[in-house]
């Protein structure tokens, strides 16, 4: 059974860094074609897809946040570490973490999400 | 950058047809997949690849993508398909979501 869970801080200042790690089970990043996304959603708003890593530590970003944003795996912990820095109130949001899967990124669903964990951002 | 457009809200009264479409540019050259959303839950698959259901996904859930728009249809809608659905392509390097559409069972 493949299962995905993200762990972090609850509330988190303007201006500092955010780290969330997704830590999952049921699968290995280091097999062929599989990869670990995060994805976000403001409350009441849509999906955000913020940054991905395959298996071959192959890594892609979101084109307005790129800047902002770091993607890093722990393949022996089955852990997924996404950073994102200068916070703001407007990066207040449930983070999701989700597994993808297949050797081409144009074919590629996600198709199993974490239950996500809620970011507010707030002095 | 590459835009994915879809209707605030569909209504459909219970038992009868829902389409909803996803608009982007030349998307019927890209592969579309459909999330399911319900309150409070992460989203759920359910048509990847225009119109290929995961397992588990009940047939009335059907896709399919030509020209610039992609429609997920939901045939016999019960008020259990209650939800917000969301389209999502691969796109110069980038995953793009659609602005997601809430569906209604009347």
């Known amino acids: 059974q493949v299962t995905l869970r993200e762990s972090g801080p609850a509330l988190v200042k303007p201006t500092q860094t955010l780290t969330l790690t997704c830590t999952f089970s049921g699968f290995s990043l280091s097999t062929s074609g599989m990869c670990v996304s995060w994805i976000r959603q403001p409350p009441g708003k849509a999906l955000e897809w913020l940054a991905l890593?395959?298996?071959?530590?192959?890594?892609y970003y979101s084109t307005s946040l790129k800047t902002r944003l770091t993607i890093s795996k722990d393949t022996s912990k089955n852990q997924v570490v996404l950073t994102m820095t200068n916070m703001d109130p407007v990066d207040t949001a449930t983070y999701y973490c989700?597994?993808?899967?297949?050797?081409?990124?144009?074919?590629?669903?996600?198709?199993?999400w974490g239950q996500g964990t809620m970011v507010t951002v707030s002095s | 950058s590459y835009e994915l457009t879809q209707p605030l809200s569909v209504s459909v009264a219970l038992g009868q047809t829902a389409r909803i479409t996803c608009g982007g540019n030349n998307i019927g050259s890209k592969n579309v997949h459909w999330y399911q959303q319900k309150p409070g839950q992460a989203p759920v698959l359910v048509i990847y690849?225009?119109?290929n259901r995961p397992s588990g996904i009940p047939e009335r859930f059907s896709g399919s993508n030509s020209g610039n728009t992609a429609t997920l249809t939901i045939s016999r809608a019960q008020a259990g398909d209650e939800a917000d659905y969301y389209c999502q392509v691969w796109d110069s390097s980038t995953y793009v979501f659609g602005t997601g559409t809430k569906v209604t069972v009347l």
């Open positions: 690849r225009d119109s």
């Open positions: 890593i395959d298996w071959d530590d192959d890594k």
């Open positions: 989700a597994r993808i899967l297949g050797p081409n990124p144009g074919t590629r669903a996600f198709d199993i």
